[in-house]
């Protein structure tokens, strides 16, 4: 039985070869004139493939990932859109309901940002122009460096504030601390607790061991020791205090200055391992395929009307 068919099915075939030649024919015509200039443009590939620089992951966040996230931000793609006024180029209204949806769907369809499996970055961009989709693949580029780096310096001036409060906060302990021992310094003559306390038990060892001594000298002499005492704890202990805070005011003044000088440096945020060049071959539409999906598509629906007509007696019978 399928013996049977296959020899009907050639006969067909054999019957109507000139009609489906010249469908055939004539489906290769169109599909070569619609697939000419005239009616869809050539478009030219752009690619760039770079790596990710002095970026800091947040959380499980890999640098490539947020390198991707950088390059498909929102604030890149209007820019972009912008600078090369895509909106006229892919003819697109933007007075019009959803005109910027439509602006964005198309950019997206001609610019591709992904992750390759060496933990790179490929940029490919379409365009009719091989030179702007060269311009636009590089100005992906400096904008996201642009965008990295006022990022990075949004969170180091957050940093700088900080610092720049605990100094304030630091400096202003020291002051009052050294304030302070002023006091004690111009009303009490306490200069340094140690040696002045050593110095006058010298002094009194070797006034009561003089018999000549006086016994004003020496009540003098017990009435300085006394305030000595009575204040050399509190000098002490605020000597201490403003050693704590120098010593905590310059550890903050070290990251206090390296923020700032963190915040004034101009990096770069990828390693470009492939540069864009302007493409010297069009990259869509490819002819050939669209050639042969209408060819193909053509023999088999005019084919398949044959097969129906053919057997139209017998699809009345049924009837």
Known sequence: MNQFGNISFFKILFRWKF???TVVCISLFLGFLFS??????????S???IYPANLTPYGNETA????????????????????????????????KKGGLSSLYDTYNENVDVRKTEFESVKIDVLDTDPLEASQMADSIISMMNIKARYLQRTKTMEVVRILKDELSFKKAQMDSLENALGVLRVKYGLLDYYIQSKEALKRYYKLITNPSTSKDK???????M??????????????????????TYS?????????????RKVLTYANIV???????????????????????TSFVFALLLIIIYENREKFTKFD
């Open 36 to 45: 000419s200039e005239w009616f869809l443009k050539p478009k030219y590939k």
């Open 251 to 263: 550890e903050i003044r070290i990251q206090y200055d390296k923020a700032v000088s963190d915040s």
């Open 64 to 95: 490539t990932e947020q390198l991707v996230q950088l390059l498909q931000s929102a604030d890149i793609r209007t820019a972009i859109c912008n600078r090369f006024n895509l909106a006229e180029k892919y003819k697109i209204n933007l007075s």
């Open 274 to 296: 492939a540069k864009p060049y302007p493409s010297d071959k069009k990259s869509s539409p490819v002819r050939w395929v669209i050639l042969c999906i209408s060819s193909v």
């Open 19 to 21: 009609q489906l030649g």
């Open 218 to 224: 020496l009540k003098e002499l017990e009435a300085n």
């Open 47 to 49: 690619t760039a493939v």
């Open 226 to 247: 006394e305030s000595l005492a009575e204040r050399g704890a509190q000098s002490v202990s605020l000597k201490q205090m403003h050693q704590r805070a120098f010593e």
